[in-house]
């Protein structure tokens, strides 16, 4: 007798492998680079934010002065939807997490459609970290307005997992557009043009009135004119005019009883979901299909710093190339454009008015630090702390070249550091022209500051790219992420090297910065590139030693 062929397997032993696949290698990566106490540590860290956001969402929406108003108990839970969804799908792009968002390239030569791949790969995402932190938030919010407004508990679950698999279906299309985006061969002047429109947008958008607010928080209870729910109205059916608010909506059908409305939003949170399912999968196999053609081969260019070359110096040579990969890079325009569109958002939003209801004149000093803070973090950081990954088959040719690695390091650190600066110093000017004008006290202290932290970053970046390298695919299939502790080491330095800059701020209260402050941070920055300089040998120390498998790790496939 012929054997018997073996049955296919079903989409849910699909599922079953898939996320075996992804749990023994995080484990495996885990044992290899940081142990079994880092990894619990930092499950424990990710489960305390979690908590904490569900225990915060519920505080706010089951209080008792919110419970006791209709009006404010639906507007607050409308507002926490938006908010988490907002987050929720665009957080990959602000943390410029472009990675692979599929496993169709692994599984290529597998006997599975990309379809029931694709499927497996979505359900599977609700169970990513990202998706777990945000999941207490939303059922805080629920339950909290459920506490005074009774809903059922199989009710509040259908809308809660319709909500979710809504906020993973649009998380998904925003990445993979993204991917599309980066991959194509005229990325450039494609975000060039989402940049014109997200300036043109907000320019003819009508600002918003947020006097009410400063006029509370100035004369707090007497004023009553905010007493006045006509604001709270028009903020509440704007709010419900949108997808991700279905949820809410939904809540307070079914806590008035109606089973027809509650099914229409739950419907409405389910199509919306199809919508974004079907929009992510078309991209992801136009991203796969090969599209995206690669550049045509152009002529003999002269590097960046081609002037400076001329010097004959390794130094300059090593900078040149280095600058001229980076400003190549894919990821690194997603990272130079994110800033920017933050502070566009600023401006659509208003953000700044509310600031300066609760900080004065001291809200643009505070804005300013804050996304040079963050433009050196997402510009310098990203690369400082893996500094290799880029080089690919170049890195052989670094090591046999005649120049020594202290050197290799110095270029990159300065093109890594000039990037980031750059990235500080046009922000400050957009800013002062797109957003409002600030004094050159406030923006010399933007730049002291970011000054003062990029050698924290650097000096940690350093030892990092040597302790923990990855290979960055250059196709964007692909990322392999950092160790936990590597991450976790990261997050703390940068955390390290903001505060001075927070602290001084901080002491301003209302005023302008003055000498005082800018002199504070020089001192600062002084000793922090005092640290970077003494750290540098001991950084070229351990490359040494490990200088064969920090090159096995970044050619790996």
């Known amino acids: 007798m012929a054997p018997a062929s073996p049955s296919p397997l079903g989409f849910f032993e699909h599922l079953r492998l898939l996320i075996r696949l992804r749990l023994d290698t995080a484990a495996n990566r885990y044992r290899k680079a940081t142990g079994a106490a880092a990894a619990a540590g930092g499950l424990a860290l990710l489960g305390g934010v979690a908590v904490g956001l569900g225990v915060g969402a519920y505080a706010a929406l089951g209080h008792p002065a919110v419970g006791a108003s209709d009006l404010w108990s639906s507007m607050l839970l409308r507002l926490a939807t938006f908010f988490i969804t907002t987050v929720f799908v665009a957080w990959p792009l602000l943390s410029a997490g472009v990675d692979e968002h599929s496993e169709l390239s692994r599984f290529s030569t597998f006997p599975i459609s990309p379809l029931r791949l694709f499927a497996a790969s979505s359900v599977s995402a609700l169970f990513e970290p990202r998706a777990l932190v945000f999941y207490p938030a939303i059922l805080g919010a629920a339950l909290g307005f459920s506490r005074h407004h009774p809903v059922s508990l199989g009710q509040l679950l259908g809308l809660v997992a319709a909500y979710s698999l809504f906020n993973i279906a649009w998380g998904r299309a925003g990445l993979t557009l993204v991917l599309n985006v980066l ?179 001291a809200a643009d000093v505070w804005l300013i630090v804050g996304l040079c803070s963050y433009a050196g973090m997402v510009v310098g950081a990203n690369f400082a702390q893996n500094v290799f990954a880029y080089d690919g088959p170049g890195l052989a040719l670094l090591y046999a070249a005649p120049v020594k690695l202290r050197t290799v390091f110095i270029a990159k650190n300065v093109v890594h550091a000039s990037a980031a600066l750059a990235v500080g110093l046009l922000l400050e000017v ?105 750290m540098l040998p001991r950084a070229c120390e351990l490359l040494e030693s490990r200088r064969e498998t920090v090159l096995r790790l970044v050619l790996r496939e």
Not at 324 to 331: Q, V
Not at 525 to 531: K, V
């Open 183 to 361: 991959r194509h061969r005229r990325s450039a002047e494609i975000l060039g043009l989402i940049f014109l429109a997200a300036l043109f947008l907000p320019a003819v958008a009508p600002p918003a009135d947020v006097a009410w607010l400063y006029q509370l928080i100035q004369n707090g209870a007497q004023v009553a004119a905010v007493g006045d729910d006509t604001r709270i109205l028009a903020m509440h059916s704007g709010l419900g005019r949108i997808p991700p608010c279905a949820l809410a909506r939904g809540m307070e059908q079914a806590w008035l009883g109606s089973g027809f409305g509650y099914g229409i939003f739950l419907s409405e949170l389910l199509i919306f979901a199809a919508i974004g399912f079907a929009l992510s999968f078309w991209l992801l196999l136009r991203f796969y299909s090969g599209t995206a053609k690669p550049a045509p081969p152009s002529r003999e260019k002269k590097g960046v710093l081609g002037k400076l070359k001329a010097r004959d110096g390794a130094l300059w040579a090593l900078i040149d190339r280095e600058s001229s990969d980076w400003l190549r890079n894919p990821k690194a325009r997603l990272l130079v454009a994110v800033p920017f569109f933050l502070c566009i958002l600023l401006r659509f939003s208003s953000a700044r008015e509310l600031a300066v209801a609760f900080q004065g004149p």
């Open 430 to 534: 957009f800013y002062s022209v797109y957003v409002h004008r600030v004094g050159a006290g406030t923006a010399v202290l933007g730049m002291v500051a970011l000054a003062g932290q990029l050698p924290v970053l650097l000096a940690a970046g350093n030892v990092l790219s040597v302790v923990a390298p990855r290979k960055f695919h250059a196709s964007l299939r692909r990322r392999d992420r950092p160790p936990a502790l590597a991450t976790v080491v990261g997050l703390l330095v940068a955390a390290a090297a903001v505060v001075p800059a927070a602290l001084v701020v901080r002491q301003l209260g209302r005023l302008e910065p003055g000498a005082m402050e800018i002199a504070a941070l020089a001192a600062f920055a002084a000793g922090s590139w005092g640290l970077y300089l003494a």
